[in-house]
């Protein structure tokens, strides 16, 4: 047996990078890269969230987030509005083209999971679902 197929980060890496790079190609008429695309979905779903939170949250490095931000909103995907009680920091929120992004390639993103996941049968994939949401819960 090989070495790089008992490597669960190895292949758990391959899997995404498949989904990534599939993924990536969609979001190339909008400029944006998937993670970028993570952090629409997050301030979507949790509007007025400070760069701090999501950057928390996502496990995104705060200079790389700040990056991030800068480009949506150049993009105009995002605002950023005074945070009412801490003038030091911006509450975000997403943009009615941001949300027209987020809905246009998130039919796009679950065909691309749906593609790569096709080995497994429903049932399966929820159950990789599940055990993906508990690791990711207790980081």
């Known amino acids: 047996m090989n070495k790089w197929n008992q490597s669960y980060g190895f292949l758990l890496g391959k899997a995404l990078q498949q989904m990534e790079n599939k993924f990536s190609e969609g979001l190339l008429p909008f400029n944006i890269n998937s993670r970028q695309y993570g952090v ?6 949790n509007p ?45 929120l997403i943009t009615e083209k941001g949300k027209e992004v987020l809905n246009s390639r998130w039919e796009f993103l679950t065909h691309i999971e749906s593609e790569v996941l096709a080995p497994l049968d429903r049932q399966e994939r929820q159950l990789l679902k599940s055990f993906l949401i508990r690791i990711w819960n207790s980081l």
């Open 40 to 45: 629409l979905l997050f301030i979507e779903e």
């Open 48 to 92: 007025y969230s400070s760069q701090k939170d999501i950057s928390e949250n996502l496990q995104i490095d705060r200079t790389t987030m700040v990056s991030h931000i800068d480009h949506l909103e150049t993009l105009g995907l995002v605002e950023r509005t005074k945070n009412p009680n801490d003038r030091r920091s911006y509450s975000l």
